[in-house]
């Protein structure tokens, strides 16, 4: 099983480093051909493997809360931040207090206007790293509404930072807050509320 994941953790990195080398790089269309034809091969053959079905039971897909300053983890596949993901963002996920936080930069494919990250990336972002104060809090829940301000411009290719926390709880309901930084900029904020439950159904 280990082995696996370290294999899968492997491609997923490869693929999201192969998909922002395609965008990020002007190259010519034989080598454009190559990349299409050698991916086209790889998927006929991985869909050959038995399909993969998620246990429902591994949800909450924690083990633990962890400590002030340790890595926050999570399920490998999970697409914005899971190590084995293609779509992953490669954050550096961990808990400050009862703040969650990620750092991570974005790469080329992330892009929308010139020079700047397409809005829905960041709103993913928010969702997942906001998703992980119910970790440390040790909450399984999902995100009932989330809302994003976007405030300036949030730059690819530059070290960002995300900061999340619990503001308050009513009930089944967690009010929470994050805020997106470049630096000392604030490009964006948000607020959710998360609805708590004991299990899926």
Known sequence: ME???EARNRAGRAVRDISHALVGHQAEV???NEVANTLRALVDRLEQAPARVRDPL???SWEGTPAHGEPINTFADRPVSGTASPYGMDLVSFRDGDEAVARFTLRPAHEGAPGRS???????IFDDVLGFVLQIHEIPGFTGELTVRY???TPIGRELEMRARLDRQ???KLFMSAELHDGDTRVASARATFIQRDFLG
Request: overall charge negative.
């Open 170 to 172: 009513e009930g089944r």
């Open 151 to 153: 405030e300036a411009g």
């Open 58 to 60: 591994s949800f909450p």
């Open 118 to 124: 397409h809005g829905g990336i960041v709103s993913a």
């Open 3 to 5: 082995a696996q994941l």
């Open 30 to 32: 034989p080598l454009i």
